[in-house]
């Protein structure tokens, strides 16, 4: 009998042990193994006239993780004063986990200045703003869609070359760019062909997200090549998340053949969780507005 329970509480303390391990390997990652990281943010942002920036910035509040914005971060023309009381007292609460792009309203005032000051070193160099860095198993390439700033968006201007090196001293599984101008857009006057080389090399290095701004509402396309063709095993899925807070604009034209889903006038921020080889996204609206958007891919 003796005998039999000392099996007993060892075979109970091996079961226990066992149990352990595997939840020390599920809570948190181990060798081989890449925890999942969250994006969040949108474009056209902070105006003073407007109380929308701010219900999106309580979005950002609920929501962990790195901040982006895709540009156009303050209204109407980018000044020390529209960034210090349009966009500080919303977005600005975040400013330490945010990492910006400008757009095209950034610029109104001249290089963009009051925009670098106050983002610092996190814009990248003011003669640039294009930069990357890591989250969890992604490469993240912020790029400067303002070409005539900047020398270019050509292969062979200087942001061009600096992202070709860039992707190719940083291989990795799953690569997301952002930059304020969409390469397609639905109606007449979003889509921005400049940013076509870009895309280019992005697609050359096998890039999976790419998110832009500028249209004020809220797209998400089929995967695509550079020319819009529709390319399930290696094309770019391209969303236009220009719902930062600014209002929305009359569309003319048609809806780009590849877009998937398009909703205006509903202010809002796009969630990305970014796991190992995959990602998910959610369109998260503001209080008091109901669409929203989600959906998971692979990497290629």
């Given at each position: 009998m003796v005998r039999k329970t000392i099996l007993l509480s060892a075979s109970m303390a091996l079961a226990l042990a066992l149990a352990c391990v595997a939840a020390a390997l599920t809570a948190a990652p181990g060798v081989g193994q890449t925890a999942t990281v969250t994006l969040v943010g949108a474009g056209d942002i902070a105006d003073c006239s407007v109380a929308a920036d701010s219900a999106t910035a309580k979005l950002l509040g609920r929501i962990p993780g790195t901040v982006f914005t895709l540009g156009d971060n303050a209204y109407p023309d980018g000044t020390a004063k529209q960034f210090r009381k349009c966009y500080d007292p919303t977005w600005g609460k975040y400013r330490k986990r945010t990492k910006p792009t400008a757009g095209n309203?950034?610029?109104?005032?001249?290089?963009?200045?009051?925009?670098?000051?106050?983002?610092g070193r996190r814009a990248g160099r003011p003669s640039r703003g294009y930069y990357s860095y890591r989250r969890g198993s992604w490469h993240i390439v912020a790029l400067n869609s303002n070409c005539k700033e900047v020398g270019g968006c050509g292969r062979h201007s200087e942001q061009g070359r600096w992202l070709r090196r860039d992707l190719a001293n940083h291989p990795s599984?799953?690569?997301?760019?952002?930059?304020?101008?969409?390469?397609?857009a639905s109606g007449t006057g979003s889509d921005t062909p400049e940013v076509k080389p870009l895309w280019r090399i992005l697609y050359d290095r096998d890039a999976d997200v790419i998110?832009?701004?500028?249209?004020?509402?809220?797209?998400?396309?089929?995967?695509?090549t550079p020319n819009g063709e529709p390319d399930v095993a290696s094309g770019i899925r391209q969303f236009i998340v220009g719902t930062g807070g600014e209002p929305g604009e009359k569309m003319y034209g048609s809806t780009d053949p590849n877009m998937q889903v398009m909703k205006r006038n509903t202010p809002g921020v796009l969630k990305l969780d970014l796991?190992?080889?995959?990602?998910?996204?959610?369109?998260?609206?503001?209080?008091?507005?109901?669409?929203t958007d989600s959906g998971t891919d692979g990497c290629h």
């Open positions: 309203h950034d610029y109104h005032t001249r290089g963009a200045k009051p925009y670098f000051e106050y983002f599984l799953c690569t997301l760019a952002y930059f304020h101008h969409p390469l397609y998110l832009s701004g500028h249209a004020h509402r809220y797209e998400r396309f089929r995967p695509i796991s190992a080889g995959s990602y998910h996204w959610k369109f998260v609206p503001i209080a008091g507005k109901i669409f």
